[in-house]
């Protein structure tokens, strides 16, 4: 199948639309597989279902946080993990693991979020 430029333009309309990807293809005589594949790579944005976004309100706060930082902290998009912590730990379950379970001679490559240690090395 080839992408033409006038399909790649309904394409971003019918997107922005907020078409389902099935509904997309049957417009455009794609397959839905397509569809999702010609977005991702035009990085068109997800589209929130109307319905999540009615249900985007923040669930109420039970506990405290995980403090994993995510990300590099001198970029915007840095954040802390904020998953449940687990009892009497700073961080969720999954990072509690990776925080008590260094091991072997190359803790610091193991150390911190993967995105965190990618953007280490490369400054
Ligand atoms: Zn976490």
Redesign the pocket.
């Known amino acids: 199948m080839t992408w033409t430029p006038d399909l790649v333009a309904q394409l971003k309309v019918l997107w922005e639309q907020g078409e389902s990807t099935a509904e997309i293809g049957r417009r455009l005589g794609v397959s839905k597989n397509a569809v999702v594949g010609k977005a991702h790579r035009l990085a068109l944005q997800a589209r929130p279902s109307p319905i999540r976004r009615r249900r985007a309100a923040k669930p109420v706060v039970k506990g405290p946080r ?1 403090q ?1 930082p995510i990300g590099d902290p001198r970029s915007v998009e840095f954040r802390f ?1 904020e ?1 449940e912590a687990a009892p009497g730990k700073p ?2 379950e ?2 509690c693991q990776m925080a008590y379970t260094r091991s072997g001679s190359s803790a610091s490559e193991r150390s911190g979020s993967g995105a965190a240690a990618a953007a280490t090395k490369a400054a």
Request: hydrophobic fraction near 10%.
């Open positions: 995980c994993w993990c998953e961080y969720c999954g990072h």
